[in-house]
């Protein structure tokens, strides 16, 4: 139910607070599909719809790189994730967070 009053909340906004730059939208949209991909150029590229060109712009801009980080899964529990991160357009770092990648698509993914 949480999850769909959220999806409200981004698709039709109540005010103007709820409203995301579209920037920061480009820059999460970018790393999730990033996560989703296993952390694949090329296959981000394909995904969004997008050139490498662009893809590698949006890389730089808004700083995506790939990152490990301790993920609290269950209160005590943590777990080692691989996330990415990325700046909004106010200077903010912000997590995409994702499962465990492996060694070899880590090397891959050269931020």
């Not at 050139?51 to 080692?80: M, N």
């Not at 200077?91 to 499962?99: I, K, P, Q, Y």
Request: a positive charge; proline letters at 3%.
């Amino acid at each position: 139910m949480r999850r769909k009053k959220m999806k409200d909340r981004i698709m039709n906004p109540q005010s103007i607070e709820d409203v995301v730059p579209l920037d920061d939208f480009k820059a999460h949209c970018v790393a999730k599909t990033l996560l989703h991909t296993g952390g694949s150029k090329v296959k981000t590229g394909l995904i969004l719809g997008i050139t490498q060109k662009t893809l590698f712009s949006y890389l730089k801009r808004f700083r995506v790189r790939w990152v490990e980080r301790w993920y609290v899964v269950t209160t005590p529990s943590r777990e080692l994730r691989d996330c990415f991160e990325y700046e909004t357009t106010s200077g903010e770092t912000r997590l995409a967070v994702g499962e465990r990648l492996d060694n070899d698509k880590k090397r891959r993914f050269k931020g």
